[in-house]
């Protein structure tokens, strides 16, 4: 069975920096897009960063410069370095992949999901 784990979240102070880690797991062929979500309780998930297969990348405007997102396709993983952290980077951050299963066909796969708390 397929799956995805988060790791990385904490508290941290205004300024800091964070690192979060998403690792796919199970009988895996190949993973399209990865990309890392968020999310604040009364609001939509928001798209944070993608990156393809390829390695091309994208990001919200709001993370821009401060965000970097990278993956290591012999681990099926995929990492976003999280630096000048703001208060407003608050949430809950949700890795998600496009997952080829080696038995099955093509699916959207989500991570449980881990909080990152950014103090003033």
């Known amino acids: 069975q397929v799956q995805l784990v988060e790791s990385g979240g904490g508290l941290v102070q205004a300024g800091g920096s964070l690192r979060l880690s998403c690792a796919a797991s199970?009988?895996?062929?190949?993973?399209?897009?990865m990309v890392w979500y968020r999310q604040v309780p009364g609001k939509e998930r928001e798209l944070v960063a993608g990156?393809?297969?390829?390695?091309?990348?994208n990001y919200a405007d709001s993370v821009k410069g401060r965000f970097t997102i990278s993956r290591d396709n012999a681990k099926n993983a995929v990492y976003l370095q999280m630096n000048s952290l703001k208060p407003e980077d608050t949430a809950v951050y949700y890795c998600?992949?496009?997952?080829?299963?080696?038995?099955?066909?093509?699916?959207?796969?989500w991570g449980q999901g881990t909080q990152v708390t950014v103090s003033s």
């Open positions: 998600n992949a496009y997952i080829y299963p080696l038995a099955s066909t093509g699916s959207d796969y």
């Open positions: 199970g009988s895996i062929f190949s993973i399209a897009a």
């Open positions: 990156i393809t297969s390829e390695g091309n990348t």
